[in-house]
């Protein structure tokens, strides 16, 4: 490779390469939404509260956070020790989490005087500050002022902030919280007190002081509230640093099955425990716990498993985290085997879905195991229905008949439906969904009879819709845009594609345009897109007038409704004839298009010797030709070509405005709104008109030869040439041979005649010298001589 | 024919290379969270004697909600360092940490806070001031760009003004410098360890192999290299823990001690031990068939890696630092040893 040679790769290497990057980032910086990566029907929030982060997607640690979360149980707990109406849930939540110390020094030290004592408007408006404020609940408002203290020990609101050595100031605080807790008579404000302590020796890496101060201050209390499982995870921990880390995951384990709040803690720290489940079964006390340890670590497994979940349920077929543990198992399924299989249909009638999995695309050798997966999941889900134990049989029986639709056993799901039908409103709306699914996929065709119903359907999951702000689009957990999602869904892979497939392009367009408007992308392309970029003028023409007509079904009605309004028609109509070369018939389309509307360029009739330079306004070039202009321009060369002879200029011009309206010219932007640098010609070309000419510029070739052979100017001859030979080089296919694909570089048909018959004119000398194929051709003519 | 020979004379002393005098300088890490003022630690540092002390006063992770950078395991002092102690503080960065920070505007607020942190627990370090400060972050050719001007930033941070900065390179930067790049600093530290794939099955030494690392030097990489490079070797072992074949991890606290128990593990190659039985050790559950491969770095290889690094000579008396100073594992090397090692390269 010479040096220029070595240039023009590096700058097409670097045009291909920040292409790419342009690519993903208009594409959202390239990242995948963790909460919308794969088609899923399937609502994780019906059953499984508590368990949220929990919920599936592998591309997070975490799904949601816990609901109760540990400061709602706080502050609940703090409402329920008040045991007074006048003391607001809110008012608790401000006092604890948002007031700072000095209020709440005041409020004990008043409380402690009992005096009366003069606060702020806003201190005097909280219910719960007032309370502390009696002198009857001293205790309580010393207590959270000295949490208060502890909490700038404990937590570092500024990770970037130097706090140094904390260990005098946390003993200082343990010894003050000591006396402290020697006042205290009431036992609920005692518990806390002996929280912050045991917290402040574990913070002190004091573990087996950590462990004795629990084994006595919280080993005999039989609660099982926030505050005692806190302690809990405080001796877990301590045991981990003492090397019992089996001890540390079944106390974990104890955590996690008793506050969702402390789920995550608790999950994490058995992680770090290097334990499995069976591991701590010899501490479980009963299989209840046991059930509970199953699924803790199941939790960690983002691969199709049924052995947790069947395990988990003979232990404890009550257990609560079953429906979680089952819907992950769906949600996997979904992933793994569904959504691919989706892609693949869709793939098969020309619609690229974009989804991808970890298998990189569907393989029916691979996916045998996610069928017997599929079906012994559904086997499992059936008995455990059968035998009716689970705590939430509804969402079993649903989880069954969408198991069989996953499975494409649509009469299994339907006999599913019918047999068990269902009360409780959140599973009644996944049943729905489910059985409109059912009933979509059974469709062979779309007709006007189905569509009535479909419209009822989507008028119902109208009313499921989760209001999307104007500055959110995705990064959504389904808890806000599951129907949403499920919605889009259905539009853009079932209802979509049905009409692709049956070569309705009308209602595809109409079915894309409802479903770009509700903002979550409509895969493979929106309304807009196929408008402007996919439709043939026929079938733009066909929509064109059905936009217009009068006589419209209410499911036509409803989706016209949402239909993009400002998309101009016309346009579209015209650049699709310009896009199969039929400039008359894009002509008048054109016409009725006002010209500040229309693409329009300054070089089109510019021959270009290179593949280089943008279409603007030069000193020679200063007029701007529309592209109706173009088109009457084009429609009248032709007619002359029509009479002979046809002079060298007529032809030349043809072919350059054929030439700069391609891939390649400076004029693409006249028939496509986008130019990805990625794309080039390809074998695939050929069987599509548009994409032939727009890739191969055969027709530009053609001209640029005729214009040849009519001049009689050597010079204007050899330019002709040269541009032909331009458009050969376009077509030449790619080859992996990179050695073959550059021979037939090479030996373009037109550098014979231009090197023997031409090598004397100013043009050859001038494109010798920038093109290294031709110096190529011409080198290893020479050595064969 | 006197011209030839004169010639000839003056050609043979222009070949020649004066000999470089080098005076390399012991040092050590210290690498844990707290400085505890352990009696063999100290001993170590005040005999071998270091002539600095490298700190690592914090690292720097994507956070795990955020994925925003933030410190973790801040160093503290439970008792004060030696007085005049030189010290030199290191900050660890995680390479993912880069791939947050793509605008200026990011970048200049990482630049501001970590300099600002390091600023403030500098404050209570020994010696007179800090000369150098030491940057550590296994780069990639991908994040070398936002990495290079962190560094370019930092020189420009007044608390940088007149002090040194070094960042650590790896063996595979040394190899691959052309696509690794070279980080804008004033120096280099050569890390000679951690140089095979701790992460692979098999019979084989991660932390210190002098075939692997004569292939990565080469005979001229590192006397070319175009920053002057200090040297740092290893003093640690540990055990790594395979499962079916797959990583699982590094067992810090089961040793040759509990290896040598032939009840629990059954010995294989040149340094695999398998388990024999479901074992729960020193508080980790081996489970029955997994292998245990245990990395150690002695004083004869030691002196080999050294032997093997010294013959590439830069114009340039390297510190050589010992990694690290941990009581644990300072007992497997004599303190007379260490000097030894560190001669080697003068």
């Known amino acids: ?785 | 024919m006197r011209l030839f020979l004169l010639i000839c004379i003056t050609l043979l002393f222009a070949s020649c290379h004066p000999a470089v005098e080098r005076h390399p300088e012991p040092a050590f890490y210290f690498w844990k969270q707290s400085w505890t003022g352990n009696p063999v630690e100290l001993q170590y540092l005040r005999q071998l004697p270091a002539q600095k002390l490298y700190i690592k006063m914090f690292d720097v992770t994507p956070d795990a909600v955020s994925g925003k950078p933030i410190p973790v395991a801040v160093f503290n002092q439970q008792v004060p360092l030696p007085a005049e102690q030189p010290v030199v503080p290191v900050v660890f960065i995680m390479n993912e940490v880069w791939a947050q920070l793509k605008d200026s505007l990011a970048m200049a607020d990482f630049t501001g806070k970590t300099t600002r942190l390091l600023e403030s627990l500098t404050k209570t370090l020994p010696g007179k001031s800090i000369s150098e400060i030491q940057i550590d972050c296994d780069w990639t050719q991908t994040s070398s760009s936002p990495y290079f001007n962190y560094l370019t930033k930092l020189k420009e941070q007044p608390f940088f003004k007149g002090k040194t900065i070094s960042a650590t390179i790896r063996m595979h930067q040394v190899k691959y410098r052309t696509s690794s790049g070279t980080p804008p600093v004033d120096k280099g530290l050569l890390m000679c360890y951690n140089m095979g794939d701790l992460r692979k099955a098999g019979d084989h030494n991660s932390i210190l192999d002098l075939e692997t690392m004569k292939a990565y030097i080469g005979s001229d990489r590192i006397s070319n290299y175009p920053l002057p490079l200090d040297i740092a070797l290893p003093l640690f072992n540990w055990t790594v823990l395979f499962e079916q074949g797959q990583y699982k991890g590094i067992l810090r606290n089961i040793g040759e001690t509990e290896l040598s128990n032939h009840e629990l593990f059954i010995p294989q190659g040149k340094q695999l031990f398998v388990v024999k039985n479901d074992t729960l050790i020193n508080g980790y559950l081996l489970r029955k068939g997994s292998e245990l491969r245990r990395e150690i770095t002695n004083v004869k290889l030691l002196k080999s890696a050294a032997n093997l690094l010294a013959e590439q000579k830069q114009d340039y008396s390297p510190t050589i630092i010992f990694y690290h100073l941990d009581a644990a594992t300072l007992k497997n090397y004599p303190l007379h040893e260490l000097q030894e090692i560190y001669r080697l390269f003068n």
Not at chain 1, 141 to 152: G, I
Not at chain 1, 336 to 345: D, L, S
Not at chain 1, 397 to 424: C, H, M, N, T, W
Not at chain 1, 499 to 509: I, R, S, V
Request: aromatic letters at 14%; one cysteine or more; charged letters at 25%.
């Open chain 1, 1 to 785: 490779m010479n040096y220029k040679k070595f240039i023009a790769f590096s700058i097409s290497f670097l045009a291909v390469f920040f292409g790419n990057i342009i690519y993903i980032l208009s594409c959202g910086g390239g990242e995948i939404d963790p909460y919308d990566y794969y088609i899923s029907y399937f609502n994780a929030y019906t059953k499984g509260q508590g368990y949220e982060p929990f919920y599936f997607t592998s591309l997070s640690n975490y799904y949601d956070n816990a609901t109760p979360d540990e400061a709602t149980v706080n502050v609940q707990d703090w409402r329920n020790y008040a045991d007074d109406k006048s003391v607001s849930i809110d008012d608790i939540y401000r006092y604890i989490y948002q007031y700072d110390r000095e209020q709440m020094a005041q409020i004990a030290d008043c409380s402690a005087k009992g005096q009366t004592c003069a606060f702020a408007d806003s201190v005097r408006s909280n219910s719960f500050a007032m309370y502390l404020a009696n002198p009857k609940h001293t205790d309580a408002a010393r207590y959270l002022l000295f949490a208060k203290d502890c909490e700038k020990v404990v937590y570092n609101p500024d990770p970037w902030s130097d706090r140094g050595n904390l260990t005098p100031e946390m003993t200082a605080l343990y010894d003050q919280g000591k006396g402290l807790l020697a006042g205290v008579k009431d036992k609920d404000i005692a518990q806390r007190y002996k929280f912050q302590l045991l917290r402040l020796t574990h913070y002190r890496k004091l573990y087996k002081e950590t462990v004795e101060a629990f084994d006595k201050d919280f080993g005999k209390a039989g609660s099982n509230n926030l505050i005692y499982n806190k302690a809990l995870a405080l001796k877990a921990g301590a045991l981990y640093h003492l090397d019992d880390s089996v001890n540390a995951a079944y106390l974990f384990s104890k955590v996690f099955a008793a506050e969702p709040g402390l789920r995550e803690m608790a999950f994490l720290n058995v992680r770090w425990t290097n334990t499995a489940a069976t591991d701590i079964f010899a501490l479980c006390r009963n299989n209840k716990e046991k059930a509970n340890a199953v699924a803790l670590y199941s939790f960690q497994s983002p691969f199709v498993d049924l052995t947790p979940l069947r395990m988990a349920y003979q232990l404890d077929p009550a257990a609560p985290a079953l429906s979680p543990m089952l819907t992950r198992e769906i949600n996997k399924l979904e992933s793994e085997f569904f959504t691919p299989r989706v892609a693949k249909a869709a793939d098969s009638i020309g619609l690229d879905l974009g989804y991808y999995s970890y298998m990189d695309y569907y393989d029916e050798t691979k996916g045998i195991n996610y069928r017997d997966s599929a079906l012994a999941l559904q086997r499992f889900a059936d008995e455990a229905v059968q035998k009716g134990k689970v705590q939430d049989l509804d969402f079993w029986k649903v989880s069954a008949a969408y198991i069989a639709f996953i499975r494409k056993d649509l009469s299994g799901a339907k006999s599913r439906l019918e047999k068990y039908p269902v009360q409780d409103p959140a599973i009644k709306d996944q049943w729905e969904l489910v059985n409109l699914l059912v009933t979509l996929n059974e469709q062979k065709q779309l007709d006007q009879a189905y569509e009535a119903k479909l419209l009822g359907s989507l008028k119902w999951m109208e009313t499921k819709l989760g209001k999307l702000n104007q500055d959110e689009y995705w990064y959504n957990s389904d808890k806000k845009l599951f129907f949403n999602k499920a919605m889009r869904n259905i539009l853009a892979t079932i209802i979509a594609p049905a009409y692709h497939k049956q070569g309705d392009y009308t209602k595809e367009a109409l079915v894309r345009g409802r479903c770009d408007s509700l903002r979550l992308g409509t895969s493979p392309y929106g309304a807009e897109d196929m408008v402007e970029n996919q439709m043939s003028a026929e079938q733009l023409i066909a929509l064109h007038t059905f936009l217009k007509s009068e006589n419209k079904t209410a499911y036509e009605k409803y989706l016209v409704s949402h239909f993009p309004k400002d998309l101009n028609m016309e346009l579209a109509i015209g650049i699709a004839y310009m896009r199969v070369s039929n400039f008359t018939a894009a002509l008048p389309w054109l016409k009725k298009v006002p010209t500040a509307a229309q693409p329009a360029s300054y070089q089109i009739w510019v021959d270009q010797l290179q593949d280089f330079g943008e279409d603007t306004a030069t000193a020679k070039h200063r007029t701007l030709i529309t592209a109706s202009q173009f088109c009457e321009e084009m429609v009248r060369l032709l007619g002359l070509t029509k009479k002979k002879p046809v002079s060298a200029a007529v032809y030349h011009k043809i072919a350059t405005g054929l030439f700069n309206i391609s891939y390649y010219g400076k004029t693409w932007f006249m028939l496509k709104e986008f130019r990805p640098s990625t794309l080039w010609y390809t074998a695939k070309c050929e069987k599509d008109p548009f994409e032939r000419q727009y890739f191969g510029v055969y027709d530009a070739e053609i001209f640029y030869t005729k214009a040849a052979q009519a001049s009689t100017d050597k010079e204007f001859k050899a330019r002709c040439l040269f541009l032909a030979a331009r458009c050969a080089q376009k077509h030449v296919p790619d080859n992996e041979d990179d050695k073959l694909y550059y021979l037939s570089l090479v030996r373009n048909r037109y550098f014979p005649v231009l090197a023997s018959n031409y090598n004397q004119t100013a043009l050859y000398r001038k494109v010798y010298d920038q093109c290294s194929y031709l110096q190529d051709y011409v080198i290893e003519s020479r050595k064969k001589k």
